[in-house]
C-alpha cells in the first residue's frame, strides 16, 4: 500500500539537516534533548572552539585540555534538558565548561609551594630581565612561552577557586560579574578569592624576584 | 598620599582597573617606599605572567567531534547499559555472598570455640575411660581403684542402656 509518509519522512529529515546551521541554539537544544545527534554535532561544531578556550585556561596539555572538552560535552548532553531557554545557552554552556574544569583541576590537586623555586635557566632570565629596569622583556613567542610557563607553575600552589577566580580576572581581563555568572559564587566570594590569590602570587613572585637580585649581586662581587 | 602604602591598592584590583589618580599616586608612593616598590615590581611581574598565561589557546582537533559523538554512543548503547546494570546486580549478590561466607565463618569458630571447652572437660574428668583402660594401661593389675571403679560405672551404664 503506498503511503506518502514513508517517502516524506527521509525528504523532511535531509530538509532538517540542512537547516541546522541555521537553526537557534534553543531549537538544538530541543532536538537533541530528543536525541537528535545532528542537532547535539551541530552545538559541538559552534560551541567547540569556546569550550576549548575555557578549558584551555585551566589545562595547557593538548590531551588534558580535549580530555576537560570531552567531559564538557558529555555533561552538556546529559544535562541538556535542564536548559530552558531563560538565559542565553552559550552562558549555560560556559558556566557547565567552567565548573567541570574546576572540578577537574580539584581532582588534580594542588603543587606544593616549595616545587616554584626550582626555576629553569629560561624562567630565571626571564625574571632578571624584569628585575633590570633598563632592559626590557623581549614579546618574542619564546619569551612568551617561558612567562606562561612560569605563570602556571605559581598558579598551581594555588588553592584552585583562588586560581581561577585570578586567572579569570586577571588574565583574562573579565569582571568580578562575569566570573560570579560562570561559576555560580557569590561577587563577593570572588573578590576575596582574587585579592588572596593576587597577594599570594606577589608575594611569591617578591621572593622570586628578590632571590635573584641577591645572586646578581652575589655573582658581581 | 606619600605616607599611605600602597599595598593593599595592588590587591584590591587589578592593573589594568586603577585610574590615572592611582597610578601617579603609586609612582609618587614607589620612589621613596622600598618595600612598596618591591610589591608593585611582582605585582607587575604576575600581571605579565598572567597575561602570557591567558593568550594560551589550544583549538579542537579535526577528530574531536568524532570522538565525543563516539563516547556518547557507547555510553548511551544498550550493551553497556545491560553490562552496567549486570555488574550492578552482580555487586550486589558478591557483597552480599562474601557477608554470608563471613558470617558462617565467624558462627563455625564460635561454636567450635565454645565446644572445644566441655570436651577437653570431659575428657580430662573421664580420663578412666573404658578404650583408655584396655588400650593404654594394657596390664589391669596396675589399675588403681579410682581407675577401676570408672571403667565399672561405664561397663554397667552401658548394660543398662543396652
Known amino acids: 500500500m503506498f503511503d506518502p509518509a514513508a517517502i516524506r519522512r527521509p525528504l523532511e529529515g535531509a530538509l532538517l539537516q540542512e537547516r541546522y546551521e541555521q537553526a537557534s541554539d534553543l531549537d538544538l537544544a530541543r532536538l537533541a534533548r530528543k536525541g537528535g545527534e545532528a542537532a547535539f554535532e551541530e552545538i559541538m561544531r559552534r560551541y567547540g572552539p569556546r569550550v576549548f578556550r575555557i578549558a584551555s ?26 536548559y530552558e531557554g531563560r538565559g542565553s545557552f552559550e552562558g549555560w554552556l560556559a558556566r557547565i565548561a567552567t565548573n567541570t574544569c574546576i572540578n577537574l583541576l580539584r581532582a588534580a590537586g594542588r603543587r606544593p609551594e616549595s616545587s616554584v623555586e626550582d626555576l629553569t635557566e629560561d624562567e630565571i632570565e626571564w625574571l632578571e630581565r624584569k628585575t633590570a629596569r633598563s632592559n626590557p622583556q623581549p614579546s618574542s613567542v619564546e619569551s612568551r612561552l617561558v612567562a606562561a610557563d612560569l605563570a602556571e607553575k605559581l598558579l598551581e600552589t594555588l588553592p584552585v577557586d583562588d586560581r581561577v577566580a585570578l586567572q579569570l580576572i586577571d588574565g583574562n581581563g573579565l569582571s568580578v560579574k562575569e566570573v560570579s555568572d ?35 649581586s652575589a655573582g658581581r662581587i | 598620599m606619600k605616607e599611605a602604602h600602597i599595598i593593599n591598592l595592588l590587591e584590591e584590583r587589578p592593573a589594568p582597573e586603577w585610574d590615572e589618580r592611582e597610578r601617579a599616586m603609586i609612582e609618587i608612593h614607589i620612589a621613596d617606599c622600598a618595600d612598596c616598590r618591591r610589591a608593585y615590581r611582582a605585582a607587575m611581574a604576575a600581571a605579565d605572567l598572567l597575561g602570557a598565561r591567558a593568550n594560551e589557546t589550544i583549538e579542537p582537533s579535526p577528530f574531536f567531534n568524532a570522538r565525543v559523538m ?13 553490562l552496567a546494570a549486570m555488574w550492578k546486580a552482580a555487586r550486589a549478590l558478591i557483597v552480599s555472598m562474601a557477608a554470608a561466607v563471613a558470617l558462617l565463618v ?11 571447652q566441655p570436651l577437653e572437660t570431659a575428657e580430662s574428668e573421664n580420663i578412666y575411660s573404658a578404650e583408655w583402660v584396655i588400650l593404654e594401661n594394657g596390664d589391669p593389675d596396675d589399675l588403681t581403684y579410682g581407675e577401676i571403679m570408672t571403667t565399672l560405672y561405664e561397663v554397667v551404664a552401658y548394660g543398662e542402656d543396652k
Not at chain 1, 199 to 204: E, G, I
Not at chain 2, 74 to 81: M, R, T
Not at chain 2, 106 to 116: D, M, N, P
Open chain 1, 182 to 216: 560562570m561559576t555560580g559564587w557569590s561577587e563577593s566570594k570572588v573578590k576575596v578569592k582574587a585579592m588572596r590569590a593576587r597577594r599570594r602570587m606577589r608575594q611569591a613572585l617578591e621572593k622570586l624576584l628578590e632571590g635573584n637580585t641577591r645572586a646578581e
Open chain 2, 106 to 116: 565467624g558462627l563455625t569458630l564460635w561454636i567450635s570455640g565454645s565446644q572445644s
Open chain 2, 70 to 82: 563516539a563516547a556518547l554512543r557507547e555510553k548511551q548503547s544498550p550493551a553497556a547499559s545491560t
Open chain 1, 57 to 82: 585556561r585551566f589545562f595547557r596539555r593538548r590531551e588534558m585540555v580535549e580530555e576537560a572538552a570531552q567531559e564538557v560535552f558529555l555533561k552538556i548532553y546529559t544535562e541538556i534538558a535542564s
